[in-house]
């Protein structure tokens, strides 16, 4: 069974940054269209005193919940596996945009499918080692 990385994105373009992906990974296939794109809504919180986590909302099962007030926060559905060179592509590409003049991208935390638990926090990516890795450096 495959083990999929699940990225929680934080921008205030959300169409932009579908696009970024979609040119990123050469097409969609990698990804699971909701009808209204592939980022969907989602509340996340910062964890008290660790600033290189968050919180995503999620049901009992671990699972990201889809909200409908708007945060700026976004979670990709995807079937990009984990530790793939799709993986260090998206992150990659939505990291540049963290760093540009204008930034698209505010912020990135990524989680895994073997992540799955009700209050699983999420690792802020700043760097590509943060990728790979359960903590930071």
């Known amino acids: ?3 999929y990385y699940r990225f929680f994105i934080k921008t205030l373009s959300r169409e932009r940054v579908e696009q970024l992906i979609v040119h990123t990974l050469g097409g969609d296939a990698w990804l699971t269209t909701h009808g209204d794109g592939y980022l969907q809504p989602i509340k996340v919180v910062p964890v008290p005193g660790i600033d290189w986590q968050v919180l995503p909302e999620r049901d009992q099962s671990g699972w990201p919940v889809t ?8 979670w990709l559905e995807s079937q990009i596996d ?22 698209l991208v505010e912020m990135i935390a990524v989680d ?7 209050f699983g926090p999420a690792r802020i990516v700043e760097n590509g080692n943060d990728l790979w890795y359960s903590s930071p450096d």
């Open 1 to 3: 069974m495959s083990n």
């Open 67 to 74: 909200s409908k007030c708007e945060t700026g926060w976004f």
């Open 82 to 103: 984990f530790d793939s060179p799709e993986a260090a592509a998206v992150a990659n590409a939505l990291l540049a945009e963290t760093k540009a003049r204008y930034p």
């Open 112 to 118: 895994t499918m073997a992540d799955d638990e009700e």
